[in-house]
């Protein structure tokens, strides 16, 4: 074999590798990705019913409710035009409270969303981008749905 096809053998192979590691490195990181979805989201049925996903909005006021076993807790999460009802067994974030901003992530389960973790919002001011963005939405939606309630009279 003369040095010219070594030398292109050894880039073919070397490319070949390269092509392979970004493949895995690409698959791992897509296994992995977590989305954020509102609860309009996830009623219109974008968001994926076979791996977790982020649900985010505020915590409905009157929704939260224990069971016995003191660790799990049902509240719904609403961004003002949909509302997703959720289940949490675990310790909630000190800063969890009805009214406030919630960001939970699991999975759906036959409508109820099944929450593995919970952050709520660390202080009066913030608010995560993806919870605001979709809380305006909802808004938007609602208002849209009530002023065309009131105009088929």
Do not use: C, W
Request: charged share 25%; no cysteine.
């Amino acid at each position: 074999m003369k040095a010219r096809h070594k030398r292109l053998a050894f880039i073919g192979v070397g490319l070949a590798g390269l092509a392979i590691i970004a493949a895995l490195l690409l698959n791992v990181f897509n296994s992995n990705m977590v989305f954020f979805f509102s609860p309009t989201d996830v009623k219109e049925g974008k968001a994926p019913v076979d791996r977790e996903f982020r649900l985010g909005g505020l915590v409905e006021e009157g929704s939260l409710s224990r069971e016995d076993d003191g660790l799990t807790v049902n509240f719904n999460v609403t961004d003002g035009a949909e509302t997703i009802r959720v289940t949490y067994t675990g310790i909630l974030p000190d800063l969890f409270r009805e009214g406030q901003g919630v960001v939970a992530q699991g999975k759906l389960e036959g409508g109820v969303f099944m929450a593995s973790e919970v952050l709520a919002k660390h202080d009066e001011n913030y608010m995560p981008p993806e919870v605001a963005e979709a809380l305006e939405k909802g808004k938007a939606r609602a208002a849209q749905q009530s002023g065309a309630g009131g105009v088929a009279q």
